[in-house]
């Protein structure tokens, strides 16, 4: 089956540092999704991001479907920023979502 | 109520008790899911509803039953679970299934003693 993989597992940053996310598969996909669980554990849709380019205030976000990889920008982070950083793909012609390992963000005041 | 709702948010059980968890989601979406968080693990996606109907079991044990009465409601019903079975059960929705954007309940945390 397809493999999601992402890096770096874990990133420390001092407040109003930037970061890159990353986001490598497998297998040709329909679309790909980014999200943020927060520290409670609730999981926020961040991108919908099939292909192209998307920003979304401090956070921006681009998949190569080509290259089979997904990057996730942030700017500028805040300690609200913690959390954990998964993306997800549904292999070409599924529905079922696969969910890479994610990467542990901890955003120091 | 907005968003995706589930209940209740952390239980306790143990290996002989029967309980049921819910999920609700006010946003009219046709399309629901179950997952399952353990530790140090990916998201598992267990079940998915499309239209009330069941579309995907995902080789999970028969001590994990869904049920989806209407197209806002779902329900995973455990009995005879095991400690492994212990995680974070995550409730999506969808408006369209699979090639949609999912929004997460909050999840139900259950402990299996």
């Known amino acids: 089956g397809i493999q999601v993989e992402q890096s770096p597992p874990d990133l420390i940053l001092q407040e109003g540092a930037n970061s890159t996310l990353r986001c490598n598969f497998s297998?040709?996909?329909?679309?790909l999704q980014w999200f943020h669980q927060n520290p409670w554990g609730q999981l926020i849709n961040l991108f919908y991001?099939?292909?192209g380019t998307k920003q979304n205030g401090r956070l921006s976000a681009t998949t190569v479907a080509t290259e089979r990889y997904s990057l996730l920008y942030i700017s500028s982070s805040q300690t609200t920023d913690s959390g954990v950083y998964f993306c997800?793909?549904?292999?070409?012609?599924?529905?079922?979502?696969?969910f890479g390992t994610g990467t542990r963000l901890k955003v120091l005041a | 109520e907005t968003g995706v709702t589930q209940t209740p948010r952390h239980l306790v059980m143990g290996m002989t008790n029967k309980k049921s968890l819910k999920c609700e989601q006010h946003?009219?979406?046709?399309?629901m899911y179950w997952y399952k968080q353990s530790a140090k693990k990916p998201l598992e996606l267990m079940f998915v509803?499309?239209?009330?109907?069941?579309?995907e079991n995902n080789s999970v044990p028969s001590r994990f039953s869904p049920e989806c009465p209407n197209s806002s409601h779902l329900f995973l019903h455990l009995h005879t679970l095991q400690p492994e079975d212990s995680a974070l059960y995550l409730c999506?929705?969808?408006?369209?299934?699979?090639?949609?954007?999912?929004?997460f309940g909050p999840g139900t945390r259950l402990t299996v003693l």
């Open positions: 999506a929705s969808s408006q369209l299934l699979g090639t949609d954007t999912q929004y």
């Open positions: 297998d040709s996909v329909n679309n």
């Open positions: 991001i099939p292909s």
């Open positions: 997800a793909v549904p292999p070409t012609g599924t529905y079922k979502y696969i």
């Open positions: 946003l009219g979406h046709n399309a």
């Open positions: 509803y499309s239209l009330e109907e069941r579309v």
